[in-house]
């Protein structure tokens, strides 16, 4: 299959990333993307950028390097409620909008307070993706969380740097493997992402493809198969 999109990825701006726009939309290009999503790190993640920066992303081309880019955020989830860190106003000028559960912003609860929260975000008619819903500090109970994301087009993500050994978040493969078994069950498509903090990383899937191909995990529910088939879900979600 080829993967023709990848829509979580930071620059400088997100304050623990290294490269600008152009230099990540350059090296999707080499690779051979036809769209690159950056969504930077929400307010409350330390160090990042603040409301004005996200407001002002109308300015910003939707090509660069000769490939279509998507600009939006990568949302911190605050509370058990799902709540996120940028209001409705700023979140309707974006382009995509992920929602994220990390350490930095909200201590890990029991498995029926991370599940809540998970689920008010995929609840916010905002929200597009949830990311990296793979982290064992954080147990969720995935089926209602498949369930939900099925009920409301909300995309379910499978993240490249959750399953790299040399990172910090916990029994990825394990959560992701209970997590896409439930996918095919309820036939509820994926989004195959990088989450890439450095030019490198840009369009990466090596361990993501690997989990896919072990799971024999159906082509037709990874959206990164056509920039159209990725658009339309996201849109349909607006149309409820």
């Known amino acids: ?22 230099e990540m939309a350059k090296a999707g290009f080499e690779k051979g993307l036809k769209l690159l999503g950056i969504t930077e790190h929400a307010p409350m993640m330390p160090g990042s950028c603040s409301n ?25 989830i605050l509370d058990y409620d799902g709540h996120v860190d940028l209001d409705d106003h700023v979140l309707r000028q974006l382009d995509i909008k992920i929602a994220s559960l ?35 500090i954080y147990p969720l109970d995935y089926e209602p969380i498949v369930e939900a994301a099925r ?9 490249n740097n959750s399953l790299n050994p040399m990172g910090a978040r916990k029994n990825t493969r394990g959560n992701l493997i209970t ?43 990874i959206v990164n198969r056509s920039v159209g088939v990725f658009k339309d879900y996201i849109n349909k979600k607006y149309q409820k």
């Not at 350490?103 to 949830?130: F, H, K, Q, W, Y």
């Open 52 to 76: 004005m920066y996200f407001h002002n992303l109308k300015v910003v081309p939707r090509s660069l390097c000769g490939i279509e880019v998507m600009l939006g955020a990568e949302l911190n």
């Open 1 to 22: 299959m080829d993967y023709l999109l990848d829509v979580h990825t930071h620059t400088i701006a997100s304050g623990h990333a290294y490269n600008s726009m152009m």
């Open 102 to 136: 990390h350490s930095v912003c909200i201590l890990p609860g029991t498995r029926e307070e991370n599940t809540r929260a998970v689920l008010g975000a995929i609840r916010n008619p905002m929200i597009d993706i949830i990311g990296h819903p793979d982290d064992g």
């Open 151 to 159: 009920e409301t087009n909300t995309l379910l993500e499978v993240n």
């Open 179 to 221: 997590m896409l078994e439930l996918c095919k069950q309820y036939e509820q498509p994926v989004i195959m992402n990088s989450d890439a903090h450095v030019f490198a990383d840009v369009g990466r899937r090596d361990f993501s493809e690997e989990l896919i191909r072990d799971l024999d995990f159906p082509e037709e529910l």
